[in-house]
């Protein structure tokens, strides 16, 4: 049998599914539904994995939602405290507030190792560099925790149209494993199977179009979360070396 003859007898078999469902939303739910429940135990298997996919996936979508919207709702209130703010001293102390925001993470840890340059009597370059790997190594940390569970994403937009397409698959070879053993290929008897088949493929769909939109939607805000975090030290850097050669100039004067 020919691949186009198999395209045109799936085509007609889902044709004769769609006729026999009724007109309403609940008809062809009920009747996918059944589909589903006389399935084969491999069909089943997959429809299982997807559904899982799916759970973890939309799990992953709410949490990223609220993760992101608050680190860029605090991020942008501390960022408009640190200007209005003259003393870093007060700041600090107010950071804490900001627990979402990687900005202000970023802030206090490289207030403290600031802080620690400070006791250890540090020359200013040495203390500069101390504070700007210690900001890098946060930058790079809260980078680490804004991506965290993206690959699952990324993976199940890569992967479940193939294990729909597997199911869709392994259901049309039972298909056609009946017709050999029936010996005929009357339409009722294949479209059945293959409609069933045809179910997988829509799930494997169902499930990786979503992750890939809201995969590719929380790398961009995640990249620009990442531009204003290095923007952030570029000026915090610029502000601790201006305050730090102001001391050393009224130290020598």
Avoid at 215 to 241: H, K, P, V
Wanted: hydrophobic content about 50%; some cysteine; glycine content about 6%.
């Amino acid at each position: 049998m020919s691949p186009a003859s198999i395209l045109l007898m799936a085509g007609q078999a889902a044709s004769v599914a769609v006729s026999e469902t009724n007109l309403s939303g609940s008809g062809v739910e009920s009747q996918i539904v059944t589909m589903i429940l006389k399935a084969g135990p491999m069909v089943k298997s997959i429809m299982i994995l997807l559904l899982l996919a799916s759970i973890i996936s939309w799990a992953i979508t709410f949490v990223k939602l609220f993760q992101l919207s608050r680190a860029s709702r605090q991020s942008e209130r501390f960022l408009d405290n640190f200007w209005k703010n003259r003393s870093l001293a007060n700041l600090f102390s107010e950071a804490s507030n900001y627990n979402a925001s990687p900005i202000a993470h970023i802030f206090m840890v490289g207030y403290q190792e600031l802080g620690r340059a400070h006791k250890a009597r540090l020359e200013t370059r040495v203390a500069m560099e101390n504070v700007q790997r210690a900001l890098r190594r946060t930058a790079s940390s809260e980078s680490v925790r804004l991506y965290a569970n993206l690959p699952f994403l990324a993976s199940c937009g890569n992967a479940t149209p193939f294990i729909g397409l597997f199911g869709t698959v392994w259901g049309i070879m039972g298909s056609f494993h009946e017709i050999g053993l029936k010996g005929t290929a009357n339409l009722a008897n294949v479209a059945p199977g293959i409609s069933e088949a045809l179910v997988a493929t829509a799930a494997g769909l169902a499930t990786a179009i979503p992750a890939v939109i809201f995969y590719n939607f929380f790398n961009s805000r995640i990249r620009i979360q990442e531009s204003e975090m290095s923007n952030f030290m570029a000026d915090f850097i610029n502000i601790l070396e201006r305050d730090l050669l102001r001391r050393v100039s009224g130290q020598e004067s």
